[in-house]
């Protein structure tokens, strides 16, 4: 009947992905360990922050099979757990997204974990474990799971449940990856570390394989608003989204109704006019229209103006409070600014852009600023170079923000949300150049190097005081002891000539200290020490 | 039981003390109320260093200073200036005679601060005895106070024969009974008391061996001279000797040098008073001093009076001038005190000829000549020139 359907059965989405693993990050073992880390990850994060539990994630990597480099991989948070009927589909099923709702996750691919299942069955023999238990719920449920890749469906190798005395919720899922940990090592450091910078707010523990503990602890309790669910902007429509949400629908309701029930930015008045626009008669049933139909009202939509922008309701930020602590804490930097950017759009999606820089104190000197990238709240770590975020910071003449000599202590982070990320390739780690993004990637980063131009300068002002000062206290002993001595010309009264030493003294410091315009003067005075002769 | 040091002595004390106090004290106070502490000092600089037509002096114009410690270029000179003012006010109350050389190292010390980040700032109170000497002069010109009313001593060379008697400190000195020897002029030469006298008028000469000759041969016995001597530029003690010798006990002043530009500027001093010390002319120029000789007119003769040496003593004793001489001529005959008509003739005649004769070369001639012919006659005639 629907054409989408037809394809499914044409070639199992499951066979597709085996055959192609490169298409979602599983080019060769250290990759895939990487992979399957942050799949997991995230859908631990997806988990807990977006329904407001602050998360607690705990991530062991064991090598068990030495021999054919196989890891154990294990993930456990405190989420919301999978309701029992859904896990098989969950951890056994590829399928194309479900919903035409949009928002902001963190999974990029529709199929997440499953890519991570798939491939650890095309390398060894164990299931995929999972252990979980939904909020409120009296048990827990333990699955081993595998995928009948041919017909792309669930095969369940043992179910059971126990009683759940403790009131656990989360999910624990485990995976055998034929890996290399040598070569991912220090990505997933570096992923892990580049998480918690915009989560600082969850606590997470890492053991690798080599036995290492790292621990990250909760330094706040703010979690950021989570996204909401909304309908898909008309701008951003294609024919494929067309068909599948026309697909979707149960009911046969006519095109005018669909337009108002299936997006955002569409009333009465609007889907009257875009269809008469489309020369559509509006009360054709929708899975009565033509191929040639969907595609003038596909270009309809997208070419018509007078719809409202659309909402920034499905972005979730990570807010300027979060980014300042997180980089804070992993840097211990002198200085951080961070800047949340208004809501915008490009071809139809909204996004919004933020960025965050850290300077100086513990941030080591190099040659170049170090940049944290992240879409939709996921580190970004591979192919740094290719990112419009790099060509951005590369451009920017950072002499202007004060950053003076060829060494750098810097660190500038961005972040894009959005509904749609334009990724440069396939792997999804590089942001591709949109006029649009790239224009308010620029104006966050120079906003926040803003306030940090103004710190710098207000910190040279400061010090160039104190150096001015310095020459001060430097002199103040002598002019002071100078100027007591015509007073007090009996040298061996010491007490008296003393006393005129110290009041002239203090005096003087605060002439030199309305001078400078400093405050606090006298405390920095006072931690001066004279050890002249 | 006898006074180690004289009346004098602790009279000049008391009052340079009481002057430098009232002066620096002035400083504390402003501090004390709240003022930015502000010395205003005359500049002693070129372009306010005027000569003066009526006293025909060099003297110090009315441009000041001021020397405020909260201008940072300033603050360090101002510590200086204070640390100078206190040894010096410390060594006048304990009864000491620092020499410059003594202040400068009493003073200089090195100021060591550690900032709160603990790095150490190190500094010296003076580097090198220019420095000091250079605060000396100007609390001088703060105060109005010479360094010798402060009691300070500076190595001094000139000297002075004659029959006259002076106290000095609770001495008396009779300048006639020496022997071959002579008076040191003192550091102090205003402590000197003048008892009594008998001469006519001074010659001072600019080189102590034609001092020595003149003084062997008698010549200030003969003539009722006072000799002295500078022994090339004059020191302040020199010509305030000298000064007071014109004004006080009204005897005219001659002043022998060397025929070229450097003994030109010898005489200038003694009677103009020098660029760099403009401050104290008044007190150490004698403005009716008189340039005796050697002319240039004196060699080469002119239309109206025979020279002095023949064709062939001339070859003999001339010296060819430098490019520096030359220069320095020309610079002199800008010097507004230089602008008479005589002065005049004298310096074209020098840059005409190229030529320059030392003192010597009279004397070469004869020390007879030199002491009873060249030197009366001149004076006799008057032929010298202002």
Redesign the interface.
């Given at each position: 009947m629907s054409v989408a359907k037809e394809k499914f059965t044409q070639i199992s989405p499951a066979e597709f992905f085996k055959k192609n693993p490169e298409l979602v990050g599983f080019t060769n073992p250290a990759r895939a360990l990487y992979q399957t880390i942050r799949e997991l990850v995230e859908n631990s994060l997806d988990a807990t922050d977006v329904h407001n539990i602050l998360p607690v994630i705990k991530i062991t990597i064991e090598l068990k099979d030495e021999e054919k480099q196989i890891y154990r991989i294990n993930v456990e948070d405190n989420g919301i757990g999978i309701p029992p009927q859904y896990v098989p589909y969950a951890f056994g099923q590829v399928l194309y997204s479900s919903k035409y709702v949009y928002r902001q996750t963190r999974g990029m691919y529709g199929l997440g974990v499953k890519a991570a299942v798939l491939y650890s069955q095309m390398h060894q023999d164990k299931p995929v474990e999972v252990v979980t238990s939904p909020l409120n719920s009296k048990r827990i449920y333990k699955f081993k799971i595998k995928i009948d890749i041919t017909k792309n469906e669930p095969i369940i190798l043992e179910r059971s449940s126990i009683s759940n005395v403790n009131n656990w919720h989360g999910t624990s899922v485990t995976i055998y990856i034929y890996g290399d940990w040598i070569r991912s090592k220090q990505k997933i450091y570096e992923y892990l570390k580049r998480t918690y910078i915009i989560t600082p707010y969850a606590e997470i523990i890492f053991k690798d394989p080599e036995g290492n503990v790292v621990y990250y602890p909760r330094i706040t309790t703010t979690i950021p608003k989570p996204p909401q669910e909304v309908k898909p902007h008309p701008h951003g429509v294609d024919l494929e989204m067309l068909k599948g949400m026309i697909a979707q629908q149960k009911t046969n309701m006519t095109i005018k109704e669909f337009l108002i029930e299936g997006f955002q930015s569409v009333g009465e008045v609007t889907a009257q006019k875009v269809l008469e626009l489309a020369n559509i008669n509006p009360e054709k049933k929708i899975h009565d229209l033509t191929e040639q139909e969907l595609v003038v009202l596909m270009n309809t939509l997208k070419k018509y103006e007078d719809f409202r922008p659309p909402t920034a309701d499905s972005l979730s930020v990570i807010g300027e409070e979060l980014i300042e602590l997180g980089l804070k804490k992993i840097f211990n930097p002198e200085f951080v600014s961070a800047v949340t950017r208004k809501p915008k759009v490009y071809q139809g999606h909204p996004f919004i852009v933020e960025a965050g820089i850290a300077y100086g104190g513990s941030i080591p000197q190099a040659k170049e600023p170090i940049v944290l990238r992240y879409a939709n709240k996921i580190p970004l770590v591979y192919d740094e170079k290719s990112d419009v975020v790099w060509k951005i910071v590369e451009e920017i003449d950072w002499k202007r923000y004060g950053i003076e000599g060829d060494q750098y202590q810097l660190v500038v982070m961005v972040h894009l949300c959005s509904t749609k990320v334009p990724y440069k390739t396939a792997g999804k780690e590089v942001i591709g150049d949109v006029e649009e993004i790239e224009k308010e990637i620029r104006n966050a980063i120079m906003e926040a190097a803003r306030k940090l131009r103004l710190y710098i300068a207000e910190k040279r002002k400061e010090e160039e005081a104190k150096k001015k000062l310095i020459t001060y206290l430097k002199y103040i002993p002598e002019v002071s002891r100078s100027l007591a001595v015509f007073e007090v010309a009996n040298k061996e009264d010491v007490v008296k000539l003393n006393s005129i030493v110290n009041e002239i003294q203090t005096k003087l410091l605060e002439l030199v200290s309305k001078r400078l315009e400093l405050k606090d003067i006298l405390e920095y005075a006072k931690q001066v020490k004279v050890e002249s002769e | 039981m006898t006074e180690l040091t004289s009346k004098v002595d602790i009279e000049a004390r008391k009052k340079a003390a009481e002057i430098?106090?009232q002066k620096?004290?002035k400083?504390?106070e402003a501090?004390?109320q709240?003022e930015?502490?502000i010395m205003e000092i005359p500049k002693r600089t070129l372009s306010n260093t005027i000569y003066d037509e009526n006293k025909k002096l060099l003297l110090l114009g009315s441009a000041k200073l001021k020397r405020n410690?909260?201008d940072?270029n300033e603050?360090?000179r101002?510590?200086q200036t204070?640390?100078m003012?206190?040894i010096i006010?410390?060594a006048l109350?304990n009864n000491e005679y620092p020499t410059i050389r003594d202040l400068y190292y009493r003073g200089k010390?090195?100021?060591?601060?550690?900032?709160?980040s603990g790095k150490?700032?190190e500094?010296n109170?003076w580097d090198e005895q220019k420095e000091s000497d250079s605060v000396i002069v100007d609390i001088e010109v703060f105060t109005s106070l010479l360094r010798e009313d402060m009691l300070i001593l500076s190595k001094e060379k000139g000297k002075v024969v004659g029959d006259m008697r002076i106290r000095s400190g609770n001495d008396v000195i009779d300048l006639s009974k020496l022997g071959h020897g002579a008076y040191s002029i003192e550091p102090t030469p205003d402590l000197i008391d003048f008892i009594d006298i008998n001469a006519e008028f001074v010659l001072v000469v600019e080189k102590d061996a034609v001092f020595q000759q003149l003084h062997r041969v008698g010549f200030w016995k003969k003539y009722k001279a006072i000799l002295v001597t500078s022994a090339g530029q004059p020191d302040r003690a020199t010509r305030r000797f000298v000064r007071r010798l014109n004004e006080e006990l009204k005897l005219p002043v001659y002043i022998l040098t060397d025929a070229d530009p450097y003994g030109w500027y010898i005489y200038s001093v003694f009677r103009i008073g020098s660029i760099n010390l403009s401050y104290e002319s008044e007190r150490l120029a004698t403005p009716n001093a008189r340039f005796l000789g050697v002319s240039m007119v004196d060699i080469f003769g002119d239309g109206k009076k025979k020279a002095y040496l023949t064709e062939q003593e001339r070859r003999n004793f001339i010296i060819k001038a430098k490019d520096a001489d030359i220069k320095r001529a020309q610079e002199i005959m800008n010097y507004p005190w230089f602008k008479s008509e005589s002065w005049k003739k004298e310096i074209d005649i020098f840059l005409k000829k190229k030529a320059k004769l030392e003192i010597e070369a009279m004397a070469s001639k004869g020390l007879q000549f030199l002491a009873f012919t060249y030197i009366p006659d001149k004076i006799n005639n008057g032929d010298y020139i202002i």
């Open positions: - | 430098l106090r620096f004290l400083l504390k501090i004390d709240g930015p502490p410690f909260l940072l603050a360090k101002f510590m204070t640390l003012a206190s006010y410390d109350i010390h090195s100021i060591v601060i550690k900032d709160p150490t700032h500094e109170t």
